[in-house]
């Protein structure tokens, strides 16, 4: 008789029941978190294995005629010569630096790379990234190039990867990464002037995914 009082006495009670439900709620936050680490731990000792690979250049690259090294050279004599008559010399060294910073990205072919995604993270330039390092993925179009960025924690370095996709069905990157990473909406990429210049113009995921 006392058991059956003390029961309805619980579920008349607003204040018991909130309690009894926070419990709960703890309860399954310490076995989500309990499964979260046996598949971490699982996953840890598990043998790495390649699920799918691809190459691309290791940088954006297109080829320039001799109209647009005029026109670029005559940029750089022009901001060189003003730099020189008020006496900025450090923007001098800056310019002519860039000046042949650009030049030699333009003449020299990039180096074709393989990347690979796997059971355990995205590798690129031989550096395995893990799954718990990625924030997001975007693509974005460059120079007619398709390119694939990820996002990394912010207090990694680098905090961000830049890969050409190459010869890598898009489709099947997207597939693949979505398992362990958003896709990105444009207002979460950080895009500034600069950005979007050295990124190019953001895609959407449905010109990849339907």
Same mark, same amino acid.
Do not use: C
């Given at each position: ?72 050279? =005559?940029?750089?004599?022009? &901001? ?8 900025? !010399? $450090? +923007?001098?060294? #800056? ?65 961000? =990867?830049?890969?050409?996709? &190459? ?8 597939? !693949? $990464? +979505?398992?362990? #990473? ?29």
């Amino acid at each position: 008789m006392d058991e059956n009082n003390n029961v309805n006495t619980s579920a008349n009670n607003p204040e018991q029941l909130d309690q009894i439900r926070t419990k709960i709620e703890l309860l399954k936050q310490d076995l989500a978190l309990a499964e979260q680490i046996q598949r971490d731990r699982e996953l840890e000792i598990a043998p790495l294995q390649s699920i799918y690979t691809w190459e691309a250049p290791n940088r954006v690259y297109s080829e320039k005629n001799a109209n647009w090294y005029g026109i670029v050279s =005559l940029v750089f004599i022009i &901001g060189i010569a003003v730099a020189v008559v008020t006496q900025e !010399y $450090l +923007l001098v060294i #800056a310019l002519i630096s860039l000046m042949i910073l650009l030049y030699i990205s333009n003449t020299i072919p990039p180096k074709i790379i393989e990347h690979e995604i796997t059971n355990k993270g995205l590798r690129t330039n031989n550096t395995l990234y893990t799954w718990d390092r990625l924030r997001g993925f975007w693509f974005s179009r460059r120079n007619k190039q398709l390119l694939l960025i990820v996002d990394l924690n912010p207090k990694d370095n680098p905090n961000r =990867l830049l890969m050409l996709v &190459g010869t890598g069905n898009p489709s099947e990157l997207a597939k !693949y $990464l +979505l398992k362990h #990473a958003p896709y990105l909406q444009k207002g979460e990429t950080g895009e500034d002037i600069i950005s979007a210049f050295t990124l190019g113009d953001y895609a959407r995921l449905d010109e990849f995914i339907g």
